[in-house]
């Protein structure tokens, strides 16, 4: 018998392929799709087909009834509560974006499950995400490198991972492409083959983010929208509606477009302007977790990407803190580099560190 492996299942075909793959490697793979939905958002994730409802755990079930492995469902529910739902809404309450997949992955699949993977004697964790671990040929330290494909690349939401954490990881689906993930399912007679991608947040699966903190508690409080000279230029919804460079939904009539620049909580304004007045060169992020390298001193030339579909950009990066800040100065300006957001940076392609953004 192999080593021991728990895989996050999420009844999804990257997931189911990551199962089968490691199976026929050898592996001793144990099926596991982590229960978080939250009971009064069940009816919604169900109707807009989330990731997370029951229908994904029928999908996962049958997947490894067939690549005759043992299933599991396991109750993260108030882990999910606690440390991702929770956080959610009180970053946008502070006028910030939050990413709650990194969330997720910090917290519930890296911390809670690995936790009880260990528990049950298992190696390793794995999940379908398309990444690569390698180690680091200067340093020594384990680093999350670029999936095999770039077009589905996945390493910017796995950056908080730790050194010990990534030990007990792996990425089987990592080496291979979108649709080669997909012929290995189809080859294997797995029903998810043609599953379409989830897309949205699975605990706001009609991606109505307003509506939801609403309904969660969040307070709807109108205030200004006002211009670079402070002038009044309407009237907004409540802070939480909105994220910087957005520009739907402001419903104000203007000679040119206009976008959100910055959001101040204190005051309750948001301030807009036009599309060119939304780049920077300069960001700030903490929180920072430090993987290929220890805090460095002096200046590196990094890449660093702001936000999931952005391709990185070119920058001079420096820490602050004693490595719990890091800083940099991109070679060229930015578009809406917005507070609460990962800025993730790399080097050839592997990570180098990731935070949050504090400030641009």
């Known amino acids: 018998m192999g080593k021991k492996v728990v895989v996050g299942m999420s009844g999804g075909v990257d997931s189911s392929v990551a199962a089968l793959l490691l199976k026929n490697q050898g592996y001793d793979a144990i099926g596991v799709t982590m229960q978080v939905w939250q009971d009064e958002l069940l009816d919604d994730i169900q109707s807009n087909g989330g990731c997370c409802g ?116 792996l990425f089987p689906a990592g080496e291979h492409s979108k649709p080669e993930i997909r012929e290995i399912a189809r080859s294997s007679n797995l029903p998810v083959a043609n599953k379409p991608d989830s897309q949205e947040i699975c605990f706001v699966p009609d991606g109505d983010y307003g509506s939801f903190l609403r309904e969660n508690g969040a307070s709807l409080k109108p205030g200004r929208f006002v211009g670079p000279n402070n002038e009044t230029l309407g009237t907004h919804t409540g802070v939480y509606n909105y994220t910087i460079g957005q520009r739907k939904g402001i419903k104000i009539a203007f000679g040119t477009p206009k976008y959100v620049k910055s959001i101040d909580v204190e005051k309750n304004e948001i301030v807009l302007a036009d599309n060119q007045d939304l780049f920077e060169s300069f960001l700030e992020a903490d929180d920072v977790n430090w993987m290929a390298y220890e805090p460095f001193s002096g200046e590196k030339e990094l890449v660093c990407k702001i936000r999931y579909s952005h391709r990185g950009a070119p920058c001079i990066a420096w820490t602050d803190n004693g490595g719990k800040t890091i800083k940099s100065r991109f070679l060229e300006p930015q578009r809406a580099i917005t507070p609460g957001q990962a800025a993730v940076f790399y080097e050839r392609n592997r990570i180098v560190c990731g935070g949050t953004i504090l400030k641009a």
Request: aromatic fraction near 10%; charged fraction near 25%; include cysteine.
């Open 54 to 169: 029951l229908s994904a755990v029928e999908d996962a079930r049958k997947v490894c009834d067939i690549i005759g492995i043992p299933f599991y469902v396991m109750n993260f529910k108030s882990e999910f509560k606690r440390d991702v739902i929770d956080p959610f809404i009180q970053e946008y309450q502070q006028g910030r974006t939050p990413n709650p997949c990194i969330a997720c992955n910090r917290h519930v699949k890296w911390e809670s499950l690995l936790s009880k993977a260990k528990a049950i004697g298992a190696d390793y964790i794995a999940t379908g995400h398309y990444a690569r671990i390698e180690t680091h040929p200067d340093t020594g330290r384990l680093c999350i490198a670029a999936s095999a494909t770039v077009s589905k690349d996945q390493t910017y939401a796995l950056y908080s991972l730790t050194q010990d954490q990534l030990k007990m990881t």
